[in-house]
């Protein structure tokens, strides 16, 4: 069992400026004895309680074992999941009991740091038209593909020609509850680029399923939906439809986002809360060594984040309101570095380690999917209110 030192989460709003350079997603610090913290509990039966959340982290099934770098994870209609393999460019179908099998091998991925197979979505109306999405780069780009499950080797170009770099690329794909694609992107190591509504980084976009903008997009003719974001790896809609993203900071703090329409976040003008009228405060702070956020998702109440360098899990109450409370961490230094959290069909949470990235220390049997059993469903336990504006 590997362990981290836990670190509190930040609650006060600061007004931040830019101070240095952060290596992007850094190493996990050295191991180091943990210490208990309280945890908001929910009981499922009598005698037994689970953490915040609803999901039972004692024991968790691995799902998939000896896997590269996994990096984007959706699930198909029959309870199995897609795996993008981010440096080796394939994708992999799991599922619980069975051995991880390769459905594609992407062109033109080109590997490298933080670049390489990234993100991944399965259509919502999959079960007619087959399609899967991935988002990567090549030697000259960030772009998305799509492809039938059935016929891998056709691969359509829907989006191209973002700037990529070896870090800050971003990557990740969902299908809103509008059935239209959002992809988070990164600012590809130009900090500029996310306050010019030009440049497609440093943004969430929003597209349809085949790569044309939609008329509601808060800019005419553009896919730019928010924009002042430094690198958005996490993107999850509550019950109500409210869209939150994670996104790396750079010394300072790491976030989560409320995201509006034509929002701007501040990077690079700000890192974290902010005083100034024109930029919107993130709802939920960390310091980067607890947390560097990845993949996000929601489920009973509660937004599930995946952390990196902090390698644990987040979880963060949400209630009717989109009000957030405090977040309480949950596998903490257990199986190292975290990057995708997804809520399967069947209401389990499976989650991916990240150790076999370049920067962890990988068990014997990393790269893995973990799947964790849920509880009885109910709201997540609330303290120390935090509000956004």
Known sequence: MRRRAILTVTATVLTVGLTGARAAEPPAAPAAPARAEPRAVQVDTPGRALPAGGFDFAVPQTVAAGLAAPWGLDFLPDGSALVTQRDLGTVVRVRPGRTPRQVAAIDGVVAGGEAGLLGLAVSPHHRRDRLVYVCFTTAIDLRIVRFRLDAPQRQ??????????????????????????????????????????????????????????????????????????????????????????????????????????GGNYGWPIVEGPSTDPRFRSPVVTWRPAEASPSGAAFANGTLFVAALRGARLWTVPVDASGTVGTPTPELVGEYGRLRTVAVAPD???????SNRDGRGRPAGDDDRVLRFTPGVPQPAAFSGVRGSR
């Open 156 to 261: 359509e170009v829907i989006l191209s020609g973002v700037a990529r770099a070896g870090a800050h690329d971003g990557g990740r794909l969902a299908f809103g509850p509008d059935g239209l694609l959002y992809v988070g992107v990164g600012d590809a190591g130009v900090p500029t680029r996310a306050q010019d509504l030009s440049s497609r980084n440093g943004k969430i976009l929003r597209i349809r399923p085949d790569g044309t903008v939609p008329p509601g997009n808060p800019f005419p003719g553009s896919p730019v939906y928010s924009w002042g974001h430094r690198n958005v790896e996490g993107l999850a809609w509550d019950g109500d439809g409210r869209l939150f993203a994670t996104e790396f900071g750079q010394n300072t703090w790491d976030e989560v986002n409320r995201i509006v329409p």
């Open 347 to 353: 209401g389990s949470l499976w989650v991916t380690t």
